[in-house]
């Protein structure tokens, strides 16, 4: 059984830094394409970035470019989100999520394992 546990959220204010991370168990981390999704109160969940079993090849949605940076450790079976210059908007749970494949999507039905959330909360 595929497990992944999310870490790392918490409250910050406008302009800080986080850094989550999602620990993956029960299959094989380097055969394994990790994105990273949240929801907001009230709002569909959305995608915010993902990455390639080899790393080599990250996807970003616009609204976190250029702050927000997906990065894997194989070693440690260990994906990382550091999310720089928070927004208020960037106020949500945030989800772990694995693929059976190697290739790293942007969309939420292409992801068969989650894992439960962690709560990032910006204030201005």
């Known amino acids: 059984q595929v497990q992944l546990v999310e870490s790392g959220g918490g409250l910050v204010q406008a302009g800080d830094s986080l850094r989550l991370s999602c620990v993956v168990s029960?299959?094989?981390?380097?055969?394994?394409?990790i994105g990273w999704f949240r929801q907001a109160p009230g709002n569909d969940r959305e995608f915010v970035a993902s990455?390639?079993?080899?790393?080599?090849?990250?996807h970003y949605t616009d609204s976190v470019k250029g702050r927000f940076t997906i990065s894997r450790d194989n070693a440690e079976s260990t994906v990382y989100l550091q999310m720089n210059r928070l927004k208020p908007e960037d106020t949500a749970v945030y989800y772990c999520?694995?693929?059976?494949?190697?290739?790293?999507?942007?969309?939420?039905?292409?992801?068969?394992?989650w894992g439960q959330g962690t709560q990032v909360t910006v204030s201005s």
């Open positions: 990455i390639s079993w080899s790393g080599g090849i990250t």
């Open positions: 999520a694995g693929r059976r494949g190697t290739v790293a999507m942007v969309t939420s039905p292409q992801y068969d394992y």
């Open positions: 029960g299959r094989t981390f380097s055969s394994t394409a």
